[in-house]
């Protein structure tokens, strides 16, 4: 049998494996551990063996999350990577450290007036849906993307990190060059920012090639926590 501690050394091994294969420095990734649905012992067990950066997907869960660990582990890095809804903007704001899924302006603005005047500014990625999806959220080009970039680097309470995309996994071929436009859009942001330095992208399937592409946090849930249950999930 193995652990969530075992999962978790593995997932890094392929993490430091893919940085070497395209001659990167493996601590120029981070491992955001998607804990989204699984219990405070999972991440406790994750924490033990090290992990410090924990992605949540649901507001309610994860602020559940954040005040049954706030004691005992003040020093996780907690990543919002799900879906808002601007009425739920505010547990995001006050709960955690980072947000990967801003994706207009209504939101940003939200959480800039939201973020508590004694909390660090909170760390934002603008989602880029680079599948063109309908189903998928995100900014659709370059231009609505450094429109959007704009608008957050004017917000005193929101530090503009980078980007996050949750690409398509239609075939081998869209996939490849998903990865690689996000990386040039990557390179277009950074010349604009200074503070950007994160290009969240990569899934348990996906990480090497994201890695190969430029990714600076890749996010893996079930390769870590096993699978997930969702019956009796409500948000
Ligand atoms: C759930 C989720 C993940 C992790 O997915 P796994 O397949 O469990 O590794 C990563 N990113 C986002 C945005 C997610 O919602």
């Not at 091994?13 to 893919?18: G, N, P, T, W």
């Not at 001659?23 to 033990?48: C, F, M, W």
């Not at 990577?81 to 995001?92: A, C, T």
């Not at 973020?115 to 760390?123: H, Q, S, T, Y």
Request: charged residues 20%.
């Amino acid at each position: 049998m193995t652990t969530i501690a075992d999962r978790l050394a593995l997932a890094q091994q392929r993490i430091a494996a893919a940085a070497k294969n395209c001659v990167r420095n493996p601590e120029e990734i981070q491992l955001l551990a998607v804990s989204k649905t699984k219990p405070i012992e999972d991440i406790l067990a994750a924490y033990n063996a090290g992990q410090r950066y924990f992605g949540e997907n649901y507001v309610q869960e994860g602020q559940q999350k954040v005040e049954a660990l706030q004691q005992t582990c003040p020093d996780i890095v907690w990543h919002f990577i799900g879906p808002l809804q601007s009425n739920k903007s505010r547990i995001v704001a006050e709960y955690f450290d980072w947000m990967h899924t801003v994706d207009r302006a209504k939101i940003a603005e939200r959480l800039n007036s939201q973020r508590p005047a004694d909390k660090a500014p909170l760390n934002v990625c603008i989602q880029v849906n680079i599948s063109g999806e309908d189903s998928k959220s995100g900014v659709i080009d370059k231009d609505s993307m450094l429109a959007l970039a704009k608008q957050i680097a004017a917000l005193p309470n929101l530090n503009l990190r980078g980007l996050m995309a949750i690409p398509s996994h239609a075939d081998e071929n869209q996939l490849a060059e998903e990865l690689s436009t996000m990386q040039q859009l990557f390179a277009t942001l950074k010349l604009g920012y200074a503070s950007v330095d994160t290009l969240s992208m990569g899934m348990s399937d996906d990480l090497e090639l994201a890695i190969a592409n430029g990714s600076t946090m890749v996010r893996i849930g079930s390769a870590i926590f096993g699978e997930r249950d969702y019956s009796a999930k409500a948000n």
